[in-house]
């Protein structure tokens, strides 16, 4: 294959916990490459870890998905057509800078280590419905998305029994499947309700994140209505879909790696490294993270012209074979916390911190409490999110 390939990228992985064969292949033989998109536009790849650390940290690659090069996979919204004022992820310095200051501190590992004992009562409170209901139980709807949901909505201000409105719509906004149309009508659903939440929050202050942030530019000017918005819009789908997906994923790849999940029980002080292993090898957001050259850049011995875009498979860098040893291996004692699964640079995950707290609770907690979790259905059964640009499951039937 050539650096002008027109061959297409290929979404859906062929082993559920594995990257697409083609990227694996990508990354030995061309890693940085020219391809066409699902959608049918060409756009570059990066498949090796240091050339994805490049685009994601060097200004000469733009972060603004609303530029008209920038990747987008089929079904996503143009860049005229997004609702709302440019999200963080969006931003290239100057605004970038201030902007993200100005809400970093809301997810310092001091904070999040203060939140703890209500994520650990939230985590305790499902398990306990789990245990007194039937079996067997799907562990997506019972556990996996209502605690992350649960906790980004106390964390914002969000009321919780709204929480099947914007989990219905979040999960259209992450589905590549479905036209751009259908996309911008469940943002619009969303942004009007979040329109709202942010006015009452004007108008009375709130003592969680966003309520904060309406103090905080009050005392510094006027509030902007619109990017406080925008700030909702993206921490309450990124607080919740990702988190869940990687707890039903990593609850199915210790239950198939029994010996590791035995190690783990015998020393929780393994948890934290086994979490950092299931997320670089399940890398979900493997589609999420897109720049576009502001000028030409010499990328791995090719240049990428002024103007083009190029999408990171960050799932193929966190197996690159100089940088992590039997890359293919599931290891919780490897040192896997240098993985691409929270991007890098400065648009490097607001939320990490959290989602490893959460996921930290959610294992030690739940093979503490049912040390005799099993899968209630084979392997062939369970339904994996190719459909989607965060990758999950839709189900996990499990029994104990």
Excluded at 108 to 133: C, F, K, S, W, Y
Excluded at 208 to 223: F, H, P
Aim: a negative charge; proline letters at 8%.
């Amino acid at each position: 294959m050539t650096a002008d390939s027109t061959e297409t990228l290929q979404i859906n992985r062929t082993c559920p916990y594995a990257p697409p064969d083609q990227h694996l292949r990508l990354l030995r033989e061309q890693p940085v490459s020219k391809i066409t998109l699902p959608g049918g536009s060409p756009a570059w790849v990066a498949a090796r870890y240091e050339d994805i650390r490049t685009v994601l940290s060097d200004p000469r690659f733009s972060a603004d998905r609303r530029n008209p090069n920038a990747p987008r996979l089929n079904g996503e919204m143009g860049p005229s057509e997004s609702p709302l004022p440019k999200m963080l992820l969006e931003m290239d310095p100057p605004e970038h800078g201030p902007a993200r200051r100005a809400v970093v501190g809301e997810f310092t590992v001091r904070r999040m280590a203060a939140l703890r004992p209500r994520i650990q009562q939230i985590v305790d409170e499902h398990i306990d419905a789990m245990l007194d209901g039937p079996r067997p139980v799907d562990l997506v709807s019972a556990l996996a998305l209502p605690v992350p949901s649960l906790v980004i909505c106390e964390l914002l201000g969000v009321p919780y029994d709204e929480h099947d409105f914007f989990q219905t719509h979040s999960a259209q906004l992450l589905n590549h499947t479905i036209t751009a149309q259908e996309r911008q009508h469940s943002a619009l659903e969303l942004i009007i309700y979040l329109d709202k939440l942010i006015k009452a929050k004007e108008e009375e202050p709130t003592d969680d994140l966003l309520g904060r942030q309406v103090i905080k530019q009050r005392e510094s000017g006027e509030v902007d209505h619109g990017a406080l918005v925008s700030l909702a819009f993206l921490l309450l789908i990124a607080g919740h879909e990702t988190t869940a997906n990687m707890i039903s994923l990593g609850t199915y790849m210790l239950l198939r790696h029994p010996d590791s999940l035995a190690a783990m029980r015998e020393d929780p002080a393994k948890t934290p490294g086994a979490v950092e292993e299931l997320l670089r090898q399940f890398t979900i957001a493997e589609f999420a993270i897109m720049r576009v050259a502001v000028e030409d850049v010499e990328l791995g011995g090719t240049v990428i012209p002024a103007g083009e875009g190029v999408l990171t498979l960050a799932n193929a860098g966190n197996r690159d074979p100089e940088v992590f040893a039997d890359a293919g291996s599931f290891d919780i004692d490897r040192d896997a916390r240098s993985h691409l699964a929270f991007g890098y640079g400065p648009h490097q995950c607001l939320g990490q911190n959290l989602a490893r707290v959460e996921l930290e609770i959610v294992f030690d907690t739940l093979f503490r409490r049912i040390p005799g979790l099993r899968l209630a259905v084979p392997d062939e059964q369970l339904r994996f999110k190719d459909d989607a640009s965060v990758y999950g499951m839709h189900e996990l039937p499990v029994t104990w």
